[in-house]
């Protein structure tokens, strides 16, 4: 009997072991429904976990629950910071909005390209070629315009204090100190290309850059390049699930998605190519239902063309 108990408590062990891989293998993502958004332009995508809210496409706000659009921020438009510990959003071209309202709260002298909410410091930093800005979100107020770097692209909170930032021409990625805001280490990844999107799990302290042609994980330590994925092409954005350990990869250039399993610290795979609809070049991804959100443009011209969000589950 006791010889039977082990062998049961070992199997069920060892279940338990390749459950995650087990689960990794079997992902398949697929578009579930397609939100039309019309004659309106989209850059950054941000998911707000708390809320339940999609920022970033044009000025539409979308509860995830139910993937409706739920309202507008007037005004809104590009890339947001969204401080859900603090009520309170700002859009990259300076609007600060109240989170459950949407409603406007003033207007900054801001224009940035990428931003990124710092928790630590309960700053929003948003930035444009050399030049930076810093909103502190507690008062929804700009309090620094210190400069955090040059050519810029996009970033992350590692939840310590500090963004990773993308040098995107150089195809680097520097740190910078949230709260003196000192620039440094840069870590320069041979072969990158050019730097675009940028993800991390901040429990392994991994990076997932989005290079020309390949995924780069690297350790945010000390800069090694602990894994190169080939992908299609680079991501805008790409995006990382804590949960399922799932980094995504819009490849826009097939109109793809490409799905990296986290199996280790160390041990990163492929565990599938979706269709997303559309040459999609960002992401997000929802941490309790693991839906994952992109964006495309339908159309012709410039004059014709159409916004389509699109939700795929696995």
């Given at each position: ?111 940035g ?109 000390n800069?090694?390049?602990?894994a ?47 269709r ?19 964006f ?16 795929l589950?696995?």
């Open positions: 009997m006791l010889r039977s108990r082990t062998l049961v408590l070992a199997a069920a062990a060892a279940a338990l072991a390749t459950a995650p891989r087990a689960s990794a293998q079997a992902v398949h993502y697929h578009v579930i429904k397609t939100i039309p958004l019309g004659h309106t332009r989209a850059d950054y995508l941000t998911l707000d976990p708390a809320g339940r809210r999609l920022y970033g496409l044009g000025d539409k706000v979308v509860d995830v629950d139910n993937d409706q659009i739920v309202g507008t921020v007037e005004g809104g438009g590009g890339g947001y910071a969204i401080a859900s510990d603090l009520n309170r959003g700002l859009v990259r071209n300076g609007v600060v909005f109240n989170l459950k309202t949407l409603a406007v709260e003033g207007k900054l002298d801001t224009h390209d990428g931003i990124r909410y710092d928790p630590v410091t309960h700053k929003a930093f948003t930035w444009e070629d050399a030049k930076s800005w810093e909103v502190d979100m507690r008062t929804g107020k700009l309090v620094g315009t210190t400069p955090i770097g040059d050519g810029l692209e996009s970033g992350v909170a590692d939840g310590r204090g500090y963004l990773f930032l993308n040098v995107e021409d150089s195809g680097f990625v520097q740190r910078v100190d949230t709260r003196t805001y000192a620039i440094g280490p840069v870590f320069k990844v041979a072969g990158c290309g050019h730097a675009q999107g940028l993800s991390m799990d901040t429990e392994t302290r991994r990076l997932f850059m989005a290079c020309d042609t390949n995924v780069m994980v690297l350790d945010a330590n800069g090694s390049v602990v190169r994925i080939g992908v299609p092409s680079r991501a805008d954005m790409n995006c990382f699930d804590p949960v399922t350990k799932l980094v995504f990869n819009p490849n826009r250039v097939d109109s793809t998605v490409t799905v990296i399993h986290e199996d280790s610290p160390s041990a990163f795979r492929v565990v599938g190519v979706f997303t609809g559309g040459g999609a070049r960002t992401c997000a991804v929802d941490p309790k239902t693991h839906k994952l959100y992109v495309y443009y339908e159309g012709t011209s410039r004059e014709n063309f159409q916004l389509t969000a699109a939700v589950a696995p």
